[in-house]
């Protein structure tokens, strides 16, 4: 009937922006709970425009041009002080911004803006270290940390799995199992590394993810509730 139909054309009308209003929430809930990452990628970015525009400003082809004409105490410096939070090119910088959208909101998502924050800074600068240590003008950028950060995400996802064999659990299997694929993805380059190591990029690479994998491991037990030293308390 008429009346009828303008009834049921009130409520699809009205429920439209109820779910519209529903979805933005969701949106802004899940952007809180990674911001963290966000927040640091846009660092990233922020940081390297800077390094396009002094570039520009004395007249190098590039960032990486600039960064090579430096002497070698001045490499040494920037490499041990904000080695991992500068890039040599656009094609650096997206490759690990990269690792850092994938594996660094799921692990915020899994843990909270804290876990990242101090991951990255005791990451990327060990890693940025070792080569330093080793007699190398040292590697700049965090690749250091996005090897790091895939060795956690494995030994991670891995953990979830397990976690819901034993619970029987099918909801969120698919995703950890994506994390897994893409977490061995990238420790076999560091497999392939110990094979072919050439220069303080590959050491750092390594390094970053022996470490990460070490820290990622101690992160992986607090969330379980296995204290090990001084515990990280897992947010409720």
């Known amino acids: 009937m008429p009346g009828d139909r303008e009834e049921t054309s009130s409520h699809s009308d009205s429920a439209l922006p109820s779910l519209f209003i529903r979805f933005l929430h969701s949106a802004s809930g899940i952007r809180n709970e990674v911001i963290g990452t966000i927040t640091l990628i846009a660092f990233l970015v922020a940081i390297f425009q800077a390094e396009v525009l002094t570039a520009t400003a004395f007249e190098y082809t590039s960032s990486r041009a600039l960064l090579n004409s430096f002497p070698r105490d001045a490499k040494i ?3 041990a002080t904000i080695g991992p939070f500068i890039h040599q090119g656009p ?3 997206t490759d690990n911004l990269g690792v850092l959208l994938v594996a660094g909101i799921y692990l915020e998502y899994q843990y909270n803006r804290r876990f990242i924050y101090i991951f990255y800074l005791i990451v990327g600068y060990l890693a940025a270290w070792v080569p ?3 007699g190398s003008v040292g590697s700049v950028g965090a690749n250091g940390v996005t ?3 895939t ?3 494995l030994v991670h996802s891995i953990s979830c799995l397990l976690e819901m064999g034993y ?3 099918l909801d969120l299997r698919v995703l950890h199992f994506i994390a897994v694929f893409f977490g061995l993805v990238k420790a076999r380059e560091v497999v392939a590394l110990l094979g072919m190591m050439d220069g303080a ?4 690479h390594f390094f970053g993810a022996f470490i990460g994998l070490l820290l990622g491991l101690r992160f992986v037990l607090n969330y379980y509730g296995f204290s090990i030293g001084t515990r990280i308390q897992r947010p409720e």
Do not use: N
Not at 201 to 204: A, E, I, L, R, Y
């Open 77 to 79: 410096f920037i490499a």
């Open 167 to 169: 619970e029987g659990a």
């Open 151 to 153: 060795s956690w995400l």
């Open 201 to 204: 990029d590959d050491v750092t």
């Open 91 to 93: 094609r650096h910088l």
């Open 147 to 149: 090897f790091g950060l």
């Open 132 to 134: 330093l240590l080793m």
